[in-house]
């Protein structure tokens, strides 16, 4: 059976008509989960599917869901996130949702038999924006716990990259191969406070200096354990932080986020193994403490496999790529085989009115997610349904 | 004619009792410049002097004078100053004061020659606590714009070296050569403020990086160029301050301190060019501004010369050293030839309770000031007196 287009007209009208709903005077868009804004968005796309002859219904979480009248599990589910952060762009989470509804609604009306076990879901609390959405993924992380997971045998979502690279690149489309762990650490050095001028550098225990020379080196650190990981100082801070007094105190935030444990183990280790060495040449004390720490989201092999091969089938410029933010797709790839889509995002620029991508890669993204879908709903029928986790084998 | 020695019980006892006005309950001094208690310690100078049968009289700044009633200039000053820190100890400041004190009397007692020419001065303010004070040596700043300072030939002082150097080396006495030039600059680092995770290393301009890896450098820049030289790095501040945000600006306090214009220069063209290296590396602007510049004080070769061979005569334990704290010798050096004598700091401590110089060190620093006035005295004889700065030649 052929496979059918999508209507990019109608892609490209929705998307303009959800990014007005919550949209400032600059275009930011003020989309915060359980907000007026939002609500509006959510009955938008339950309406939408609603009129299209699709069947709706929402869970207790906030969830939107939608497929076929007559649609049977298991389900593969495609979609991501309604909300936005305060001020954000168009593009992060709505595309995704509305994609998703594009595809459903292209196969549904060419009667394609993928349609049968489509369904699409628009996830409530992605960007955990208010003090009780508990950092965010509160939709997705309902849903993994909920009955309904065990019907759903499989997850695809499309988003923008949210970074620089698939643009500096050139590439079209990614198959994204997982999401990195973040791992944070507070640092706390001890030193001895002293007068800057009457303290020679050899009698000093500056705990300022370990700070910065830690810091300086989290780079090296990173890329010689695993060239892919990335890291980040954001805060320091000096006590008791006048020029002429040596500090005596120091604080440092690290960041760290890598593709496997491995890595991100690897790291960690140097960072604690540099740090004593540092602190022990500056005749300070110091002590790294991990604050946080997200594992690596592995997506499924066969199913990135299947959307690497419809990426390369659709464009030349399309590679492999690791997600260096998180998404429900982390959350989901914990329950059922996962896979991601991304597109490039014009000058990296995302959670803001400058979020963009162009049209034609908008529409292509889209196409390669209904391709995506025709090609796991292949991979599904000849698997034995009934066992649960049936694509991870 | 033999040279008398010093009264040690006396010496001490003094020391001791103007310790404890403004004493709190933890030893710490209160006797900041104008308080009750700062007053109360300089009418106590004042009349320990008159007792001891000297003229005293005080300026319209503050300053204590003391000389013997048939006195006639040009003088020879010797003093320090009586204020203290708030919180601060018996020894800095107050030392050199009283052991002027014990000099004047000691000479004038044994009817010594030097006696004829000595004042004494507690100069107000060195400390510069209270707004009004703009910064310290607010008394020998006047002593320096007053007529007196024409009939001033020359300035001693003696005082606590208030860090550790002396004691590590295991020095007794210091002739003291001048006192570093302190220059402070306010490091502005610009970049691009950015997602930590989605912005890969290569495509970032890291403000944080700039500060850090600049901050990191200082110490080796400082000892390239000067070996005796100083710098600290008390301050630094990230924007905007965010574990997961790539920090888009940042700040950075420095402060050098070196015996010579000359370091001083080198190190701060190698700091900016080191800066601009690294900013340009890290795809950041950035730039280097000077707050503030204290000229280095060289001391009056001479004299240093008269000290030091006192000092050396006294214990094998001497050696010449810069001073890497202000001074109203510095103030004094301007407009009179100088020269300083220290003693060690235990611990190094200074500004605090934990303020200490064994005794003996104490007696003999005094000592050693009583020699190095009748040493300068002779210099000053054999000089044509009525020139202007006879001794700077």
Known sequence: MTIPSINAERL???????????????????????????????????????????????????????????????????????????????????????????????????????????????????????????????GSTALSNHPHIQDVHGYLELHVEQGPRMERAGLDLSAVTGIVGV??????????????????????????RVATRFSAALRDICQGVDEASIGNIGSIALEPDAPNVVPGAAKVQVEVRAGSEKSLDGIEEMLRETLQTIAAEEQCTAQMQTTSAKPVADFDTRLVDAVEEVCLHRSSKAERMLSYAGHDASVMSTRVPTAMIFVPSTGGYSHSNLEHTPDEQLVLGTQALLESVVAVSNIMLTQDVDSEHSLAA
Chains 1, 2 share one sequence.
């Open 183 to 208: 791992r944070r650490f507070l640092v706390q050095v001890r030193g001895q406070e002293n007068h800057a001028g009457t303290t020679p550098f050899a009698l000093r225990a500056d705990a300022g």
């Open 12 to 138: 490209l009208t929705d998307l303009t008509y959800l990014g007005q709903i919550g949209a400032g005077a600059d275009g930011s868009i003020y989309r915060v989960a359980g907000s007026t804004a939002d609500l509006a968005g959510r009955d938008w796309i339950d309406k939408t599917m609603r009129v299209a002859g699709l069947h709706t219904y929402r869970d207790e979480t906030g969830n939107v869901f939608s497929r076929r009248q007559d649609s049977e599990g298991p389900w593969l589910l495609i979609g991501s996130h309604a909300d936005t952060v305060p001020g954000g762009g168009y593009l992060d989470g709505a595309y995704g949702v509305i994609a998703a509804m594009e595809v459903l609604r292209t196969l549904h009306e060419a009667d394609h038999p993928a349609a049968a076990h489509l369904e699409t879901v628009a996830f409530w609390d992605e960007e955990g924006v208010t003090p009780q959405s508990n950092g965010g993924l509160v």
